[in-house]
């Protein structure tokens, strides 16, 4: 009933800068917190940033100062700008939404997942 697509993964050198973009469709009556997890191979899912509903953020300890998490609750829409991006910020990066569906259900929802690839 609620689906993510996400976009904007890709290869770069390290030093440079990727946006990604998650955005939130169906039946949905509220969004709550919205993040970006990463999971790089043979490592657990991680957390890499959260934004609540009123704008306050989260970050991981590795990405602070470098990264930037922010949405657009018009669009139901959260980015995540990666600057300054380092060999090991390489991972499959997912976006997660929490809410309420129109169905007065609560969810939470991965996205199918993006690769972020950065080169030395």
């Known amino acids: 009933q609620v689906q993510l697509v996400e976009s904007g993964g890709g290869l770069v050198q390290a030093g440079e800068s990727l946006r990604l973009s998650c955005a939130a469709s169906?039946?949905?009556?509220?969004?709550?917190?919205m993040g970006w997890y990463r999971q790089a191979p043979g490592k657990q899912r991680e957390l890499v940033a959260t934004i609540t509903t009123g704008g306050s953020t989260n970050y991981a300890d590795s990405v602070k100062g470098r990264f930037t998490i922010s949405r657009d609750n018009t669009r139901k829409t959260v980015y995540l700008q990666m600057n300054s991006l380092k060999p090991e910020d390489t991972a499959v990066y997912y976006c997660?939404?929490?809410?309420?569906?129109?169905?007065?259900?609560?969810?939470?929802?991965w996205g199918q997942g993006t690769q972020v690839t950065v080169s030395s």
């Open positions: 169906g039946s949905i009556f509220r969004i709550n917190e």
């Open positions: 997660n939404v929490g809410g309420t569906t129109s169905y007065i259900r609560d969810f939470s929802t």
